[in-house]
């Protein structure tokens, strides 16, 4: 006699399949969101410490590059995700080059 698949264990494996998904999908977000955070801070603390180094008030910075100095604040401490254009004009308003900033 052949093996006859019934219908409850094909649903079963199916759940099974988009329970598996649904999983690695989860467990990507968060790395995407982890990888995130922690580029972010990463790039915070580099600002600061140029920032430092050059003697520089955040407002100075934030005024030189356009940008709002309570939302340049953010960016220092991680907690805002800036655009690439934002970046670029803080790190001219620096006057570094991108490497001497960015992690990567």
Do not use: W
Not at 36 to 54: A, D, N, Q, S
Request: charged share 30%; net charge positive; proline share 3%.
């Amino acid at each position: 006699m052949l093996y006859k698949k019934s219908s409850t264990n094909m649903k079963l494996k199916s759940l099974y399949i988009d329970n598996s998904i649904a999983h690695f999908c989860r467990e990507l977000l968060y790395m995407a969101y982890y990888f995130t955070v922690k580029l972010r801070k990463e790039i915070g603390k580099c600002l600061k410490r140029v920032r430092k180094k050059r003697g520089l008030k955040q407002v100075e910075v934030a005024v030189d590059a356009g940008v709002n100095p309570s939302y340049y604040s953010k960016i220092e401490r991680g907690e805002v995700n800036p655009s690439l254009e934002k970046v670029y004009r803080i790190i001219k308003a620096l006057k570094v080059h991108s490497s001497d900033l960015l992690p990567f």
